[in-house]
């Protein structure tokens, strides 16, 4: 099968020919449809994440992705061949990443989740899903902002920060998002309640209970002079760097 992997930590992502994975115990082989690129996996390629558990190579890298279990190994009880699935392929050791045809996962990953994907819901939009969409609902679980506070969205028209604008607007907290002209209108479809440009000086944003930066945009000490002192929420800045 075809697959984007790399043979070391810090070596170049390259298309290799590799054998078809075989579904261990506890495992499922899934047909990738779509897989979705995240820092995560640059990350791995560069062996920052190293400490974090057992590689193996040749790896083929991919964190998310979504596809159609076509076997599944024993024990599995979750899922059965023909379901459509999708989430963070990071298995324990990681070796079968999403950027290829075919690839295995743990029916409940070391890292991360697996879960069906709903009827109609297209490939693409879910494997865009899990790493982003996980953690902007960790972020604002993290900040506790309570119904009718106010979260101050930097970068809000980025992957993270469009699921931390949809789920606090779900959660009946009121939104202010960073955007350009352009995109505001977006970011009011998703349930921004108010939207600012950013500009070399920052946005001028008013108190509010807490502020995602998914992309550290403007630094958390800028952020920080934005949120309310007295809010029991705090500051919340989500930063992936990665050297």
């Known amino acids: 099968m075809r697959a984007v992997g790399i043979e070391r930590f810090g070596g170049t992502p390259q298309l290799m020919q590799l054998p078809v994975p075989e579904p261990g115990s506890g495992r499922l082989q899934v047909a990738i449809e779509t897989a979705a690129v995240n820092p995560l996996d640059r990350a ?22 979504a596809g159609t279990v076509i076997a599944a190994g024993d024990g599995v009880t979750r899922f059965r061949v023909g379901d459509r699935v999708t989430g963070q392929f990071w298995s324990r050791p990681l070796q079968f990443g999403t950027f290829a045809e075919v690839s295995v996962v743990q029916e409940a990953p070391a890292f991360g989740a697996l879960a069906a994907v709903p009827d109609g819901l297209p490939s693409r939009e879910a494997a865009a899903l899990p790493t982003s969409g996980m953690t902007a609902l960790g972020a604002i679980d993290h900040a506790r902002v ?7 969205v930097i970068g809000a028209t980025g992957g993270v920060g469009t699921f931390v604008v949809q789920a606090a607007a779900a959660r009946g907290i009121r939104v202010i998002a960073t955007a350009s002209a352009r995109h505001a209108e977006q970011e009011r479809g998703l349930g921004a309640t108010e939207t600012v440009v950013p500009g070399p000086r920052g946005c001028a944003a008013g108190p509010c209970c807490a502020c995602a930066d998914p992309c550290a945009e403007h630094g958390l000490r800028s952020a920080r002079r934005r949120t309310r002192p007295a809010c029991r929420c705090g500051l919340l800045g989500l930063c992936f760097r990665f050297s």
């Open 146 to 152: 309570p119904e009718g506070g106010t979260v101050f």
């Open 44 to 65: 791995v390629a560069s062996g920052s994440l190293a400490g974090l558990g057992e590689y193996r190579f040749p790896l083929t890298l991919g964190m998310d992705g």
